[in-house]
């Protein structure tokens, strides 16, 4: 269970699940979301297994992940390494055998971009790999729809939009509070690279795309939706532009005070905010 994260899968599902309200436009097959919900938590856990075998080495020396079980020598990292690979085959053959080869075909793209494309080759060499592995976290959301409909359309990639602008202020404020641990482990994201300010100037552009593509959705999910987007996005938007006017402060002077600056207040926001916008997506729905 700790090397599938369960948490990260928690996250993914939230939006899959109430996807697949909106492609159906109301209450989906009771098999589709089985195979949503199993299949994806196989996918997700796959890719997540197959990462802490990979980064073993780095995960040791960051205080965040050194009690993760390749590191305490919970688990062999073989072991590891062939329950991620099993995972990853039952996910994929789960999609192909009860939907369509279209969800299966985006569940295997998910997790070989997460683990070759991400944490292969992404993480190690780019600070902006938060943004581009963005589309790993994203994907539930096109797989739900593909699984639920056979074929993919412009809601499906507007929600995609969302959660993909959505992951770099979600990560960047979790990893300006473990920027020492990336730099130890020589990982250049972008807090390690860049100062606070720098780092929550691209928060906001991010953001305000986020919510840009969340008001997007609006036509396909109805006026409920329209209004928990706008108040949800106002208050996401009111966080990150505070925390970014807070930095200057931080910035004219010696830098010692950046990293006490930004706490994990915008990282549980934007969880809270995917969670609710996503549940508007599901109720909407319902209603329009």
């Known amino acids: 269970m700790a090397l599938c994260k369960p948490r990260i899968v928690e996250l993914l599902l939230i939006t899959a699940v ?145 959660v993909f602008f959505w992951q770099p202020p979600h990560f960047w404020a979790l990893a300006i509070k473990y920027r020492d641990d990336y730099r130890a482990a020589g990982i250049p994201m972008l807090p390690v690279v860049a100062s606070v300010r720098r780092v929550l100037a691209e928060s906001v552009v991010y953001s305000w795309l986020m919510v840009a593509v969340s008001l997007a959705v609006w036509p396909w999910a109805g006026p409920l939706y329209g209004a928990v987007a706008i108040v949800s996005g106002a208050a996401f938007l009111y966080e990150v532009h505070r925390l970014y006017h807070l930095s200057r402060p931080a910035a004219a002077g010696s830098g010692g005070g950046a990293e006490s600056l930004v706490t994990m207040r915008l990282f549980h926001l934007s969880i809270a905010y995917l969670t609710v916008l996503f549940a508007a997506v599901a109720a909407g729905a319902f209603i329009h």
């Open 18 to 162: 109430p996807t697949l309200f909106l492609a159906c436009k109301g209450l989906p097959s009771l098999l589709v979301t089985v195979v949503v919900v199993l299949g994806g938590a196989l996918a997700a856990g796959s890719a997540n297994a197959l990462n802490c075998y990979i980064d073993r080495d780095i995960d040791q020396i960051m205080r965040r992940t050194s009690r993760r079980p390749l590191v305490s020598h919970a688990v062999a990292p073989g072991s590891a390494l062939i329950f991620g690979l099993v995972l990853g085959v039952v996910s994929v053959a789960l999609f192909a055998a009860t939907t369509n080869l279209l969800a299966a075909g985006l569940t295997l793209g998910a997790i070989f971009y997460y683990v070759v494309i991400y944490t292969m080759l992404l993480k190690r060499h780019t600070s902006q790999s938060t943004l581009w592995g963005g589309a790993c976290g994203a994907a539930p959301v096109v797989i739900a729809w593909a699984a639920a409909t056979g074929s993919l359309s412009w809601p499906a990639w507007l929600l995609f939009g969302v």
